[in-house]
């Protein structure tokens, strides 16, 4: 009795209106809310008082208001209504479907899915034993328990379908042969059936079986006035085909003894000719053939027309046929020859015995009520074989198709029947109801209570009547019961029945010492469970004997039909010493072995209760429902179930079932505890916190109370695997935004460092021309340094730019390389000296520029331009000084010498341009010409004195000594520790992602177990036993919880408070992106320190600038005090930690060129975006990265390509920062140029003209100024 049942979603169907149209979707009804009020109690285990008066009541209040059902624990009580309720439409039966009984009102579609579901999550057999009185509504119930599990098992497969189509079409087929009208109900129930649906691991029905038990086959050839035949005789005579008729010579009902002898011909209610129609449907659906049809139908035949045939008493007082021509008939039905019918009909052949020995064979005539009982003898075995065959052939039709894992048996027996003339079919019957009695008293009070007790678990024991003594009244051997002393009876009388039956009354006196018989004579009286019944002996042994007699099997051996051959397959040898068995035996066997069967089983029960005998759906007859209330043990069935536990379970199918509800015993859907399973029992118990007192642990099983408990426990295994889809959601959902992230970040990287990597390039190629020949300075060996061409930002306009652009008449060239410089230049009579001046080298020429002030004005003037094919060498020093002569052969001006901090970058990008055409010249004296043919020389010395670069004297240049000359550029410096952001900060995944250096090893994965009982997954794993459960438990493992908290099932993870950003600028988002109009809300999902976050807008997801983004304030709570203000962009980014190379940067200017942290090129590698929370670099425009594949790359820092208002996405350069290389030249007191801002700040002085004074020191921008500029000038381009 497992009321088992998961806790289903709710559903909110709403009661359909009757009449409704059909197919229309009821509108739902806040009515529904006032449900019809339960009346009386559906669970009488909840009665206040509990006598049967009391439960009486509550059946009849119930009743009397439609409802039917009522529960005792998980014990369902039926009072057939004798009406339609209209409570098992397709409408009402999916209301049951997933629910637990406690969910919906009683019903017997609650019964079905307990069944159903428990089948399938428990992997146990099941069994629905109906039990109740002929006519209280067992075949209903088990009708319904049919269609619901056909309607809810699962499988479109056809094969599937055809099992349920078989199984329901059981139905009318055996009804037809096997139910009769009675006086106790129309379609009553002849025979007992237990019907098993076989199904495969899912849960979807792949076979059935039937046994069938003792059919009522007196029944054919005589039924009490008023009653019927079995349906399908009544079925065939009123409507066959005319085929049929012309074949088997067919006449109406009332033209045969055998169905219009009890005169009732007729049944309210049914429609015989429907009836057949449907009786042929469900023989074409069982898959019966035309010939097993027309032979059913034939046999069907013979015994109408044997039961006409009439004897008339001869002169010598025995019988002859009165009418041979239905002899002749009956013969030509059974395919033999007529003269053998008449003879088998009307004489017996007799052997004498003697002393064991066969002697010899004489005839003996029939008087007519020998002869009678005979022909009646042979209809009723042939109805009988021909009822088994039938069986038979369902079952071989319903032939399981695949493995079966488990079944539902579905008793379905003939009810308790006490008759005024009750024979030996009555016996039967209520011996099998005193059996099926005795398992509801096992299962439901003795063994429970006995169970209890064996389990210790605390118990008052509570008193029933145990009908064991009934059972063995009738069924014992010895002291011999009622049967044995029938068979008994028949073995030693067997030629005369009045003897026999004489015999077994005088051995009924020894069975007088039960208190449940009485010999009374004639007949003799049982004191049943559910009542006392008086039994006729007449005729009794004869009907246990149950044997044709040899001559008509002879004569059934002789018929040349096949098929009635087949319905006597094997006939008794003559010669066996072995008596057969008798009808008893074979009753108790079924019995016995039915017993066996459902005590294999998880039973349910539904006890019909027949409120009268009349069929009334409104009379309730107290007395008689009190008399079953008492009989079928309601109230013990109550305080049994009040004081006992709903639901027990071996500890090995609880942990089986629960393993996953505690983390202890299971890891992953595995189970993994390492003790017994008694401890692993109570360890889930434990974790899940269910009340102690609702649990309790036996010696080989664990008890539960309620049985709202074990539906909390299913329902938090429900739980447990949504919560576990949750999980891999999230998983998956962070490993993607891991994936993604790391996408970006390899695409920014790889941007960045493309041109990184030109630049590198070009520095790489200056190297070579230098073939190590020259000492180097060392801040030119800097991982850092990047030969980055136009460090005066002519191509970005700067204002200087623009100048030098006009002096220097550049038009639309490209600048490669721009820088300060010195010229030696020669003052007449003085020694020369250097000067400053502006290198700019484009694709042609080098242009030098100088700025002059006249009349408090400057001007700044092209000195001179150098075509680029009128240098023939390149002379350097092979010191570490900055100076190089360009040699252009004689001219008016001489050969420039120039002294730039950049010269190797310079030397390098004229030889690129001149496709290495000019020859570096490097040594210790340069040669030049002075003025035309007049050459001179520069001497180089070291000089360890001169404190900083070099100093030119005299054609002497002292310099300190620099780094070695085959130096190369230092490895790029490696990024501080520490820095990287984690790619995720999510649960899953490890801070910065998956990686190498820490393996797995906090989360050990628990190495599963096999489950008790079940085999051992691996060998490796350890038996469960060999720990103990202290052990166990403190096993060093930490799964994941999957349940949280000890009482409630796990919920799932609260949707956590998402702050809300306002967007304060229109956004245009590319992929990966989140465009956002002016005022849009989004949930802030994450947020990077890179600037960028991860926002949600109308569920989708997308990264947008955080300066875009402004807090909504949160909803005013009651006193909090109002939030503060959402701080402006810029003083929302804390200080940012910069990059080692940007702390250094402000220190000293020669640092800042090489290791600035805001030149992208360098700064960027994964993990390390801008410091300044500028924008994710790879936000520059497809377009601007495009053009930047000349041969000075665009930079990648990327402008705001957003609206003109928005803060922009790249953090601007810092203004002025100290002067990078070169800014002061050392050489010469007084700069040449007053100090003065950068342009754009404040002038100290009116600019007259249209040039704008040059930037002085800080005119030359740093590295990363320049390119920010750059990206910019490309982003305002387009
Ligand atoms: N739930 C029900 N709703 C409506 N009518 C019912 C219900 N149950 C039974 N009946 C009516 O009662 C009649 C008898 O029911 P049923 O044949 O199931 O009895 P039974 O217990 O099988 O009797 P028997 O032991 O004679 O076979 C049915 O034919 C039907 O008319
Ligand atoms: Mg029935």
């Known amino acids: 009795m497992a009321p088992s049942k998961k806790a289903g979603k709710k559903g909110a169907a709403a009661t359909p209106k009757k009449g409704g149209a059909a197919g229309k979707v009821a509108k739902a009804d806040w009515k529904e809310g006032f449900k019809k009020k339960q009346v009386g109690v559906s669970d009488m285990t909840l009665l206040t008082t509990i006598t049967n008066e009391s439960i009486n009541e509550n059946l009849e209040k119930r009743w009397k208001n439609g409802e039917i059902y009522t529960y005792i624990g998980a014990v369902l009580i039926s009072v057939n209504p004798f009406r339609d309720l209209g409570i098992y439409t397709d409408e009402v039966l999916p209301r049951y479907k997933g629910k637990n009984r406690l969910e919906v009102p009683p019903h017997v579609f609650a019964i079905a899915e307990s069944a159903y579901y428990n089948m399938n999550a428990y992997h146990e057999n099941q069994c629905v034993i109906i039990s109740g009185e002929s006519g209280a509504g067992k075949t209903e119930a088990a009708k319904r328990i049919m269609q619901y599990i056909a309607a809810v098992s699962g499988g479109q497969d056809n094969s599937i379908q055809e099992i349920k189509d078989m199984v329901l079409a059981t139905n009318p087929l055996l009804e037809s042969f096997g139910c009769a009208k009675t006086l106790r109900n129309n379609n009553s129930s002849r025979h007992g059936k237990y019907l098993e649906i076989m199904f495969n691991d899912h849960g979807e029905p792949i076979g059935a079986q039937i046994t069938n038990y003792l059919l009522e086959k007196g029944r054919v050839v005589g039924q009490v006035e008023n009653e019927r035949n079995f349906h399908i005789f009544y079925q065939f005579t009123k409507a066959a085909s005319d085929a049929q008729r012309e074949a088997f010579g067919l006449q109406t009902p009332e033209a045969y003894a055998y169905t219009s002898m009890s005169n009732c011909l007729d049944v309210p209610g049914i429609d015989d000719a429907q009836d057949f129609s449907e009786t042929i449907n469900a023989m074409q659906v069982i898959g019966l053939s035309d010939y097993e049809q027309n032979e059913i139908f034939r046999m069907l035949a013979v015994i109408l027309w044997l039961g006409n045939v009439q004897y008339a008493e ?200 039960n208190p449940h018989f009485e010999a009374r004579g004639a007949q003799f009286l049982v004191k049943h469970y559910a009542g006392d019944v008086m039994y006729n002996v007449a005729g009794m042994t004869d009907k246990n004997k149950d044997l044709l007699v040899k001559d008509l099997l002879d004569l059934i051996g002789t018929s040349g039909n096949q098929f009635l051959q087949g319905l006597f397959p094997d006939r008794p040898d003559p010669n066996s010493k072995k008596r057969p068995p008798t009808a008893s035996d074979r009753i108790k066997v079924s019995a016995g072995a039915l017993v066996e069967n459902l005590m294999r089983a998880q039973p349910s029960y539904i006890r019909t209760i027949k409120p009268n005998q009349n069929r009334s759906s409104t009379e309730y007859d107290t007395k008689a429902v009190l008399h079953q209330v008492k009989y079928l043990g309601l109230q013990e069935n109550i305080r049994v179930r009040r004081a006992g536990f709903a639901y027990r379970n071996t500890f090995e199918k609880m942990v089986e079932r629960f393993y996953l509800l505690s983390p202890a015993t299971s890891y992953a859907g595995e189970y993994i505890w390492q003790g017994d399973a008694k401890s692993g029992c109570e360890r889930i118990l434990t974790d899940t916190g269910i009340a102690r007192e609702e649990w309790q642990m036996g010696v080989t099983k664990a008890f539960i109370k309620n049985p709202e408990t074990l539906f909390a426990l299913e329902t938090m295994r429900d739980r447990y695997w949504h919560n576990m889809a949750g999980r891999i959601q999230r998983a998956w959902r962070n490993y993607m935004r891991y994936k993604h992230e790391c996408a970006r970040r390899i695409q920014r990287f790889w941007k960045n460092n493309k041109e990184s990597i030109e630049y590198a390039k070009i520095r790489d190629y200056g190297h070579q021309i230098l073939a190590g020949r020259k000492e180097r300075r060392r801040f030119s060996l800097l991982g850092y340094r990047r030969f980055m061409g136009d460090y005066l930002d002519i191509n970005g306009k700067s204002a200087l730019g623009e100048e030098l652009i006009e002096a220097c008449d550049l038009g639309r060239d490209k600048v490669t390389f721009s820088s300060r410089g010195q010229l030696l230049v020669s003052k007449l009579g003085r020694s020369s000296k250097p000067s400053p001046r502006f290198l700019v080298l484009t694709e042609k020429a080098l242009y030098i520029a100088v700025t002059n002030a006249k009349d408090g004005q400057t001007f700044t003037t092209l000195e001179r331009k150098i075509n680029l094919v009128t240098i023939k060498s390149i002379s350097m020093s092979n010191l570490r000084d900055d100076w190089l002569v360009l040699n252009l052969g004689p001219t008016e001006e001489g050969d420039p010498i120039i002294s730039c901090v950049f010269k190797t970058e310079l030397v390098t990008h004229m030889l690129k341009l001149t496709q290495g055409s000019i020859n570096v010249v490097i040594g210790p004296i340069i040669d030049y010409n002075k003025k035309k043919e007049k050459k001179a020389q520069i001497k180089f010395i070291k000089d360890e004195t001169v404190p900083r670069n070099d100093t030119y004297k005299s054609h002497t240049v002292h310099v300190p000594s620099g780094e070695p000359p085959n130096s190369q550029s230092y490895p790029m410096p490696k990024r501080k520790e520490g820095v990287v952001r984690p790619i995720t900060q999510g649960k899953l995944l490890r801070k910065g992602g998956p990686s190498d250096k820490k393996p797995t090893a906090s989360r050990p994965k628990p190495a599963s177990q096999p489950l008790p009982g079940k085999s051992a997954v691996t060998p490796a794993v350890k038996p469960p036993a060999a720990t103990s459960s202290t052990t166990a438990s403190a096993a060093p493992r930490a799964p994941p919880p999957p349940p949280r908290g000890p009482v409630a099932p796990p919920p799932p993870p609260p949707e956590p408070d998402v702050d809300l950003y306002k967007a304060k600028y229109a956004f245009e988002g590319q992929e990966g992106e989140m465009t956002l109009k002016k005022d849009d809300i989004v949930e802030l999902v994450e947020k990077d320190d890179n600037g960028w976050w991860l926002v949600k807008k109308d569920g989708v997801e997308g990264w947008a600038p955080h300066n875009y983004l402004e807090l909504v304030p949160p909803k005013p709570k009651a006193a909090a005090p109002p939030p503060p203000p959402p701080p402006p962009p810029a003083a929302k980014r804390p200080t940012p930690a910069p990059p080692a190379a940007a702390a250094a940067a402000p220190k000293t200017g020669l640092q800042s060129v090489s290791a600035d942290p805001s030149a992208k090129p360098v700064a960027v590698f994964p993990g390390m975006a801008a410091a300044n929370g500028s924008a994710a670099p790879w936000k520059k425009t497809a377009s601007a990265a495009s053009s930047s594949n000349d041969i000075t790359p665009a930079h990648s820092r990327p402008g705001s390509a957003a609206a003109p208002k928005p803060p922009p996405l790249a953090a601007k350069p810092k203004p002025a920062p100290p002067p990078p290389v070169a800014s002061k030249p050392t050489v010469g007191a007084k700069p040449p140029v007053p100090s003065a801002p950068r342009p754009g700040g404040a002038a100290p002085k009116p600019k007259v003209g249209g040039v704008q004074k040059p930037g002085p020191v800080g005119g030359q921008l740093d590295l990363a100024a320049a390119l920010a500029k750059r990206a910019q000038q490309i982003a305002h381009d387009q």
């Open 314 to 513: 001869k002169d010598d007082g025995n019988a002859e046929i009165a009418d041979t021509s239905v002899t002749d008939f009956v013969g030509y039905l059974l395919e033999v020859d007529p003269a053998l019918v008449q003879k088998a009909l009307t004489i017996r052949t007799m052997e004498t015995q003697r002393g064991g020995r066969r002697g010899s064979v004489y005839d003996v005539p029939l008087n007519p009520a020998q002869a009678t009982s005979g022909r009646d003898a042979l209809a009723k075995a042939i109805y009988n074989n021909l009822f088994e065959w039938i069986v038979s052939r369902i079952n071989a039709s319903m032939k399981p198709r695949q493995t079966t894992s488990q079944l539902i048996g579905i008793l379905d027996i003939f009810g308790f029947e006490i008759f005024e003339d009750n024979s030996f079919e009555q016996l039967c019957i209520n011996y099998v109801n005193e059996k099926l009695q005795q398992i509801f008293i096992e299962l439901t009070l003795k063994t429970e209570q006995e169970e209890y007790v064996r389990e210790q678990i605390k118990w008052t024991p509570i008193k029933y009547f145990n009908n064991k003594i009934v059972c063995d009244l009738i069924e014992e051997r010895r002291p011999p019961g009622i049967f044995a002393a029938l068979n008994d009876a028949c073995a030693t009388a067997h030629a005369d029945p009045t003897a026999a039956d004489n015999s077994f009354i005088q051995r009924t006196a020894s069975l007088a010492s």
